[in-house]
């Protein structure tokens, strides 16, 4: 589990390529503090596991699942790449909860700054769009972010000054590709809409305003 806050940019050092996996190995200095073979660190928003590692870079292994589904597979040796260890039990929860396991790609669309700020607008796929609010959380490149304005598919989030500086997201251009996390506790909701619980009716929105639920 992660919560989304980016504790480095991190590069890529080596890359061994497969037709559909990968090994890579990354460039660090902060997750590597009390590195172990076996931790879970967020490469881009992507949980991968540290399978070895020394003072300066830790390798983790693609599988063809992650390879498919996420922006890993266009990674080549100097990109950059946000990283976060697994939150702590007994760390600050600045974020969101972000399991690592990601939903989907989006593509940006289009970014504009205003004052301080930096708006970036995404094309999510169709299907995830149900899982993103207005004021709700989504996890880019495994960056903790709010939801500024969603129209169909396209999402549109906003980046404070240090997350521009902490973050790989201010140096993406219209064009490219990002990992997409929608918010956990949505996914679960929607899947509890969907789907019977033992019983012979499904959970609805009529069911949880009946039972005192929401108004």
């Known amino acids: 589990m992660f919560t989304g806050i ?3 940019i991190g590069s890529l050092a080596r890359i061994e390529r497969k037709p559909a996996s990968l090994t890579i190995t990354i460039f660090a200095k902060k997750v590597l503090e009390d590195a172990k073979i076996g931790d879970s660190i967020a490469v881009d928003g992507v949980c991968l596991t540290v399978s070895r590692f020394d003072s300066a870079s830790f390798e983790a292994d693609v599988m063809p699942e992650t390879f498919k589904a996420t922006t890993l597979r266009r990674l080549s040796p100097g990109s950059d790449v946000n990283l976060e260890r697994a939150m702590s039990a007994g760390g600050r929860f600045g974020g969101h909860f972000v399991t690592g396991h990601v939903d989907g790609t989006g593509t940006i669309i ?6 301080n700020a930096l708006y970036i607008t995404i094309k999510i796929p ?3 769009a149900p899982f993103v609010m207005d004021k709700g959380s989504i996890a880019v490149d495994g960056t903790s972010l ?3 304005g969603i129209t169909g598919s396209n999402v549109t989030i906003s980046l404070i000054p240090v997350t ?4 790989i997201l201010a ?4 064009g490219e590709q990002v990992n997409i996390e929608c918010d956990m506790l949505a996914k679960y909701v929607h899947r509890m809409l969907k789907q019977p619980m033992g019983q012979k009716e499904n959970i609805t929105m009529a069911m949880l305003a009946d039972n005192g639920f929401i108004d």
Do not use: A, H, M, S
């Not at 289009?110 to 004052?115: G, T, W, Y």
């Not at 521009?164 to 973050?167: A, E, G, I, R």
């Not at 140096?171 to 219209?174: L, S």
């Open 6 to 8: 980016i504790e480095e």
């Open 110 to 115: 289009e970014k504009r700054k205003l004052e």
């Open 146 to 148: 709010t939801v500024f």
């Open 171 to 174: 140096g993406k251009n219209i």
């Open 126 to 128: 169709e299907e995830l």
């Open 164 to 167: 521009q500086k902490d973050t």
